[in-house]
């Protein structure tokens, strides 16, 4: 961005600073930086100083100090020479601006008060076929025929007049918007629960990975993950004490409102122990999550010993169980919580979870050992043990575990049987689709392979082997993308066929 200031004789001192204080009210809306927005300043007058170039400055204070130091040249009105001027020296590359290729917008705002001494048509249209967008900001006196030669169109949006220097401060408010480009992110003004993503003037919001954007375009509170086991494993021993107790149960509470709860996406169990161990309820007795809440909330406090060996236990023999509601091929999550040392030994039983395929969080609170939470911890360590000091910071830690907790479901290898069906519906609906349109001129008709048709069962369903026909003769009537798509079409059922042979010899 470019501002070209006229200095001229008829700019008085007073009113060439209002001028500036313009020129400083639309940088503060910017967002300026070496790989963000770019300003330099044109003075004009009979002559052309260029006050300072796009590359001399890529902080906003010091852009801010340096227009505070311009003075005026005090003679007469060469506008058409600094757009000349602006054109070919202030928007070049040497002077810090960036190609046309890297999609940088090249703006220029031109301030004057008067008739220019030159011709200002050609240098303007020639500025402008050169990529510059130009706005026309005229004053008093101002020549309002050159201004339209100058402007961009369309001209309601590129030209502006005032009667005096005073009322041009009322126009920064316009510039500012249309240029802001501030990025809000960094200053902290959105309202994104996750990730705040900048674009011009603007920003928009996105999730960490396993969680979903919800319909508001900010928060994301649920899992995107189709499914994950998940067992809380409460220290409910007499050190923890009541109060701090239902402090736990407010933290189990904002995991459980991360969640998308039900029967094909998050189950949910929680055990509680202290000198013994009692399933508070398993992963298939509730199925919404303000059962589980309600659940949470009326548990009762155990208030005796802390053997988190025995839970561990517990929690592989008699938790992630078919019995209780665990699910084959769906994750296993467990968030161990304690706030003091173990009374019996958890090594062994930390790590048969952690075989089992379970992915173990350990939550630790005032006492708890570190040495104890990494143990119970999975690798890496550092993503999966946490601890806080207070009972009171504890919202902090679920904070933290709503990012980890959501496991994506594991991806689906395309050799296996159940893809090849995937795929051999998927081809056959567009067939037909291809068809119904008379994309495809004729109808596919396939022969058995071996003139034996081959039925694979898959689950259920059938895989079918079948031989493409050869392509019909090219016709000089029927346009070449037509038998282009018929082409593709044949290259599709021969991968089928190929990957489906494969798939029958392994089988």
Excluded: W
């Excluded at 311009?70 to 070919?88: C, E, K, R, V, W």
């Excluded at 890297?102 to 008067?114: F, H, L, N, Y």
């Excluded at 967008?133 to 309002?144: D, K, P, Q, S, Y």
């Excluded at 298939?284 to 839970?311: C, F, L, P, Q, W």
């Amino acid at each position: 961005m470019i501002f070209i200031i006229d200095s001229s004789r008829s700019v008085r001192p007073h009113e060439f600073e209002q001028v500036k204080v313009f020129v400083s009210k639309v940088i503060e809306s910017l967002d300026i930086g070496q790989n963000a927005t770019r300003v330099g300043v044109v003075n004009y007058a009979s002559t052309v100083k260029n006050e300072f170039p796009l590359k001399a400055h890529f902080t906003k204070a010091s852009l801010l100090r340096a227009v505070s130091q311009i003075q005026p040249l005090s003679t007469g009105t060469m506008t058409g020479l600094a757009i000349h001027f602006a054109a070919n020296v202030a928007f070049s590359g040497i002077q810090g601006a960036r190609t046309r290729s890297s999609e940088v917008s090249k703006i220029a705002i031109i301030v004057t008060d008067g008739r220019p001494q030159d011709l200002v048509q050609e240098a303007a249209t020639r500025a402008k076929e050169s990529g510059i967008e130009f706005f026309a900001i005229g004053v008093g006196r101002a020549e309002l025929n050159s201004l339209r030669e100058i402007a961009s169109e369309p001209l309601e949006e590129h030209l502006d007049y005032v009667e005096s220097y005073s009322a041009i401060e009322k126009l920064s408010k316009k510039f500012q918007e249309a240029f802001c480009v501030a990025d809000l992110c960094a200053s902290g003004d959105h309202d994104c629960e996750h990730i705040c993503l900048s674009i011009p003037g603007s920003y928009k919001c996105a999730c960490n990975e396993g969680f979903t954007l919800k319909p508001d375009g900010k928060t994301c509170g649920t899992c995107s993950s189709g499914g994950v086991d998940l067992a809380f494993v409460i220290d409910g021993s007499k050190s923890v004490r009541p109060e701090n107790f239902e402090l736990v149960k407010k933290f189990i509470n904002q995991v459980i409102d991360t969640l998308e709860v039900g029967e094909q996406s998050a189950n949910v169990a929680l055990i509680q122990y202290s000198s013994s161990v009692r399933t508070e309820f398993p992963l298939n007795k509730y199925k919404t999550s303000n059962d589980i809440k309600a659940a949470v909330k009326n548990m009762e406090y155990m208030e005796r010993g802390t053997m988190t060996g025995m839970a561990l236990k517990h929690l592989t023999e008699n938790v992630f169980i078919p019995s209780e509601g665990a699910r084959a091929n769906v994750p296993k999550v467990a968030i161990v919580f304690t706030d003091g040392r173990s009374q019996d030994y958890i090594n062994d039983y930390a790590q048969t979870a952690k075989d089992q395929g379970i992915k173990m969080f350990a939550v630790g609170v005032g006492n708890a050992l570190e040495e104890e939470l990494r143990i119970i911890a999975s690798d890496p360590v550092k993503d999966h043990y946490h601890y806080t000091a207070d009972f009171k910071t504890m919202n902090k830690i679920a904070d933290k575990l709503q990012v980890k907790i959501c496991v994506e479901p594991p991806k689906k290898d395309p050799c296996a049987c159940e893809s090849l069906v995937e795929f051999q519906t998927k081809v056959e609906k567009a067939m037909k689709t291809l068809t119904s349109k008379h994309i495809l001129l004729y109808q596919l008709i396939f022969d058995p392979l071996d003139t034996v048709p081959i039925t694979i069962n898959c689950n259920n369903n059938n895989l079918h082997i079948y031989r493409a026909p050869p392509p019909p003769p090219m016709q000089s009537s029927v346009p070449e993308r037509l038998t282009v798509a018929e082409h593709l079409i044949q290259q599709l059922v021969f991968t089928q066929r190929s990957s489906h042979q494969a798939a029958s010899r392994s089988l």
